[in-house]
């Protein structure tokens, strides 16, 4: 089983991401597909705190901390970019603007329902940010993550352990083996990496992945 | 002559009470108004509710506000960050109350305060920890939250430029919280980096029409540091 690079799952998924799109990316691993858009495709990055537009990050030396992202990193602004306050930006989230939203994972449900925002621990302070809103406001949610934990546990699920994001919101999963689409007849394999066998996912998964 | 400059951070917090509840703006960093909140510490209130997206970075700003003891109740989405060992602590031995809310639904409630919204449903944290016990709806076959408004007796709000009437205009991704939290708040007191005659803004540029702002008072330029940085995992 020959898993992906985190780059390399970061560039599959910008394959997927149109010109033209409005697209939201999460914090970490999403983070890295914007490293991956091709400079010749416009596409229209949103940061929940109140840009359009964001660029890359500045050259050492020119960080400007009124310019960063939802990470609080320093950022860019690219020409034709545009700054709006709090309320408009997730208007642009929960109105169903954004066409593409990227989010990592704890877990995916079969149904769609996203885990991803507290462990549930007895003594982890419960923090959320935007990952509610990104979760049920784009046109499509992606979640990227790795297929598997640590231990070998698949982090897609029949219904998730962690405490929930957000219920039936998940489009599509891409992970390190494979792509699979959640529809309303439950997993659906788009494309399984390396040649590992739809068979051998699913034993790895633990749930059905249709055809 | 309608002057709503004042000369002091000291003057600009004349009147806020113990058991406040204050809003306060920025986004880690950037738009945070450092200077008000160091006098706000000096003007001493306490049992103060605090909404601001955060809860405090290092040692100063909201962090120190915190650490001086002076909060009871803070309402934020996202208090736990690489540098909130203030919050952190007063939380875990219980001398500080949270309310988590989804960062959107903040904002929401926060405009919905300044105009005029009763509450609002929204689909935001349904079927959530965060929305449980709260009132749900289906509407046209989806599903929501009723939220409540969050209204404010001060907001202390960090913008770039005003003038003698409240007008502002912000600074980049400074601007974040400060134009909701100045229509939620009875008394909004600006800090601006510039105070310039009335018709030098441009009035299609103006962000928070002065109508919102009671107080504005003059700080010194610094740059923005940066604030609970986290590395991309």
């Known amino acids: 089983m020959q898993r992906l690079t985190r780059d390399q799952m970061a560039a599959r998924v910008a394959r997927d991401i149109p010109e033209g799109s409005y697209v939201n990316l999460g914090i970490g691993l999403p983070t890295l597909v914007g490293n991956h858009l091709p400079p010749d495709r416009e596409i229209f990055l949103h940061s929940e705190n109140g840009l359009l537009g964001m660029g890359p990050a500045p050259a050492p030396g020119a960080e400007d901390y009124d310019l960063i992202n939802a990470g609080k990193q320093p950022v860019t602004l690219r020409p034709g970019g545009a700054y709006f306050h709090h309320a408009d930006s997730f208007a642009m989230m929960r109105g169903g603007h954004l066409d593409i939203c990227v989010l990592g994972a704890f877990q995916v449900s079969v149904g769609g329902d996203l885990a991803n925002w507290h462990t549930g621990g007895a003594d982890a302070i419960p923090a959320v940010g935007g990952a509610m809103d990104l979760a049920i406001g784009a046109k499509r949610t992606f979640v990227m993550m790795e297929h598997l934990t640590k231990s070998g546990e698949s982090k897609i699920v029949e219904r998730c352990t962690y405490p929930l994001t957000g219920i039936g919101c998940v489009s599509r999963i891409y992970t390190d083996l494979a792509v699979i689409d959640v529809t309303p007849d439950g997993l659906t394999l788009v494309e399984a990496f390396n040649g590992l066998a739809r068979a051998e996912l699913e034993r790895l998964t633990g749930v059905p992945l249709h055809a | ?233």
């Open chain 2, 1 to 233: 002559m309608i002057d709503k400059t004042v000369d002091s951070t000291a003057a600009a917090l004349e009147g806020v009470t113990d058991g406040a509840t204050v809003m306060i703006g920025g986004f880690g960093g950037a738009g945070q108004p450092n200077e008000l909140i160091d006098a706000l510490i000096a003007h001493g209130a306490r049992d103060l509710t605090i909404v601001n997206n955060n809860a405090g970075n290092g040692e100063t700003g909201l962090a120190a506000l915190l650490k001086a003891g002076r909060v009871r109740k803070i309402i934020c989405s996202f208090p736990r960050q690489v540098d909130s060992q203030v919050f952190d602590g007063l939380y875990r031995s219980g001398r500080l109350e949270l309310e988590l809310v989804p960062q959107g639904n903040l904002a929401e409630r926060i405009r919905a305060a300044g105009a005029g919204i009763g509450g609002f449903f929204t689909p935001t944290g349904y079927g959530t920890d965060l929305a449980k016990g709260k009132e749900t709806r289906e509407i046209d076959g989806r599903m929501y939250v009723l939220e409540a408004p969050i209204h404010a007796d001060v907001a202390l709000i960090k913008a770039e430029r005003g003038d003698r009437w409240g007008n502002l205009v912000y600074r980049k991704t400074a601007r974040n919280f400060g134009p909701i939290m100045a229509m939620a708040a009875r008394l909004t007191v600006a800090s601006v980096h510039e105070i310039v005659e009335l018709g030098e803004l441009d009035p299609e540029s103006v962000i928070t029409p002065g109508i919102f702002v009671q107080r504005v008072v003059r700080v010194a330029r610094t740059v923005t540091g940066p604030a609970g940085f986290r590395q991309a995992a």
